[in-house]
């Protein structure tokens, strides 16, 4: 299996620099707004920065993330939940990946999606994060999850190899020098 490392060692790594930021931003915003406002403008803030390295990947197009993201930033401050808000966050972001930036075959992505969005939220809410601090946990552990969709999808994150062939001098000549050299 050709595995792709680079997105899925930068999704590693981001999720840990993200969950590490959430603490600061989060405290930070919460002495402006709301604190359940300023959770879920840290999430969108993530989930932002998040989708542009995906359409750096994909090679599309930042506006095409403009709408879900825009969508999701009116239900940062228009809604009664968390638990709402996370869900839709995670709907934009099978949304955008497998449908904008990566597309791949349809039963396959809906499978691979519900997957790691409904498993990695299902580990999060097993563990339920009550502090700012566990939530900050909570968010390097989703993005783990997240990895693996470049374990299953190999192919978006690595550039394959073109195999240049040969002219037909060049094989005639390699072919008699592995000749000539057994001769010798």
């Known amino acids: 299996m050709n595995i792709s490392r680079k997105p899925m060692f930068t999704t590693i790594i981001y999720g840990l620099l993200a969950g590490i ?24 803030l993530i989930l932002a920065g998040y989708l542009v390295i995906l359409t750096r990947w994909g090679r599309v197009s930042l506006l095409s993330i403009a709408f879900p993201l825009l969508l999701l930033l009116l239900l940062v401050f228009w809604g009664d939940t968390n638990s709402a808000f996370l869900f839709l966050a995670l709907g ?29 939220g299902a580990l999060v809410v097993f563990f339920t994060p009550h502090s700012t601090i566990t939530w900050g946990v909570a ?7 997240q990895s693996v969709y470049f374990v299953i999808f190999a192919e978006f994150g690595e550039k394959k ?14 072919r008699a020098e ?7």
């Not at 990566?102 to 969005?117: M, P, Y």
């Not at 592995?178 to 010798?184: D, K, N, W």
């Open 161 to 174: 190899e073109e195999q240049v062939e040969l002219d037909p001098f060049h094989q005639a000549r390699s």
């Open 139 to 145: 968010v390097w552990m989703f993005f783990l999850v």
């Open 178 to 184: 592995r000749i000539l050299s057994v001769g010798s």
């Open 21 to 44: 930021s959430f603490i600061p931003m989060v405290m930070v915003m919460s002495s402006l707004i709301y604190w359940t406002a300023a959770f879920r403008l840290a999430i969108w």
């Open 92 to 120: 934009v972001l099978s949304w955008v990946r497998s449908g904008i930036c990566f597309h791949g075959g349809l039963l396959k992505s809906l499978v691979t999606e519900a997957a790691l969005c409904l498993g990695a």
